[in-house]
């Protein structure tokens, strides 16, 4: 007998259209109540939910709602002395939360609102000597700090400060023989970490090196019944991963490969019609971080009442053209 398949059944009454007006108010109502349970236990990871929050108004063309002047403020004072920029003020700094701080000041065109020099210091000396990057000064290795770094880098338009050439030769270390990447090499391929991957060779002009068939097939693999994506074998599907799989299908250029009708249908079941918002699954609890990954899914399937996003930096076309970035895409 084989395994069985975990999988998630949507209701006939599940949400079936996108209820964009809903999920704006969500997010612009979230990050106004600062005493909510909710609000104070994800201080650590405070940038970031600023960044889906921003992102996924600039999405949906209501990034005026937000206060910005505010907004940057708060960036400021989480950037330290060595550069680095921390999820909130009187954390330590880390190089997740120093990309999620430069894609909020691209958002708003004010990069320069912090020391752009001492960011591309703090960049630079978290790199390794095998090439990889250090999360922090604690240490961490991971391709997604890899990622984080060229990211940072080339938003600013200065991927020049580090080894690009020993970046490129660790992130392919870590590739396997299903063609997927794992966070260090020998991990198991991971949708999340092949987002970062792909993304890094794109940032850095090495998607050649990818075997766009095999990863392909993994990816495309993810679909379950439900149209839903999971982000590894015999896992549930999530919202979250239609981005990670998606993204990282329209980068090697074969979002085709997927039934986009069955995956928007998972996608908009996962909505609160009362709340707005976006949960993992149909029926859980909304959050900004779904939210952000549910509508920039839907953005990459072709939902033209959404701006068009970036797969490589989830984050609004127009703002990539403004920075005069334009990262590499396989068709």
Same mark, same amino acid.
Request: glycine share 10%.
């Given at each position: ?35 909510? #349970?909710? +609000? ?5 990871? *405070?940038?970031?939910?600023? +960044? ?12 005026? *709602? ?39 000041? @691209?958002? +708003? ?22 090439? =990889? ?14 990622? @984080? ?23 392919? =270390? ?9 966070? *260090? ?9 092949? #987002? @970062? ?34 982000? *590894? ?7 979250? #991963? ?21 995956? @928007? ?29 549910? &509508?920039?899914?839907? =953005? ?18 127009? &703002? ?10 396989? =068709?």
């Amino acid at each position: 007998m084989g395994t069985q398949l975990k999988d998630v059944i949507i209701k006939p009454d599940a949400p079936n259209s996108l209820l964009l007006d809903k999920h704006a108010d969500y997010i612009a109502a979230y990050g106004s109540k600062k005493d909510d #349970y909710e +609000y104070t236990l994800s201080e650590y990871l *405070r940038m970031s939910g600023i +960044y889906w929050g921003l992102t996924v108004m600039d999405l949906m063309g209501q990034l005026p *709602r937000m206060n910005q002047q505010e907004i940057i403020d708060f960036i400021k004072a989480c950037q330290h002395e060595c550069g680095g920029i921390s999820a909130s003020i009187g954390h330590d700094p880390h190089l997740l939360y120093t990309l999620s701080a430069v894609q909020i000041l @691209c958002l +708003y065109d004010m990069v320069d609102a912090i020391d752009v020099d001492k960011v591309v210091k703090y960049v630079k000396g978290l790199q390794q000597d095998d090439g =990889s990057f250090a999360g922090d000064k604690w240490g961490e290795i991971d391709t997604r700090f890899s990622f @984080c770094a060229v990211a940072t880098l080339a938003l600013l338009g200065k991927m020049d400060a580090i080894d690009v050439d020993k970046a490129v030769e660790f992130v392919l =270390s870590c590739m396997n023989f299903d063609g997927g990447f794992g966070c *260090r090499p020998g991990s198991e391929s991971h949708a999340g970490q092949i #987002y @970062c991957c792909t993304g890094f060779l794109s940032l850095t002009g090495q998607l050649h090196h990818v075997n766009a068939d095999l990863l392909g097939w993994w990816l495309c693999e993810r679909q379950l019944p439900s149209g839903g994506l999971n982000g *590894r074998p015999e896992k549930l599907p999530d919202v979250c #991963y239609s981005w990670w799989v998606l993204a990282s299908l329209k980068i090697i250029g074969k979002i085709h490969w997927i039934d986009k009708t069955k995956l @928007c249908n998972f996608i908009l079941a996962c909505q609160d019609e009362e709340t707005g918002g976006f949960a993992d699954r149909p029926g859980d609890m909304v959050d900004p971080f779904h939210t952000l990954f549910g &509508v920039a899914g839907l =953005s990459l399937l072709g939902d033209d009442r959404i701006k068009p996003v970036n797969p490589v930096l989830c984050m609004p076309e127009e &703002v990539l053209q403004r920075v005069g970035l334009q990262p590499e895409i396989l =068709s």
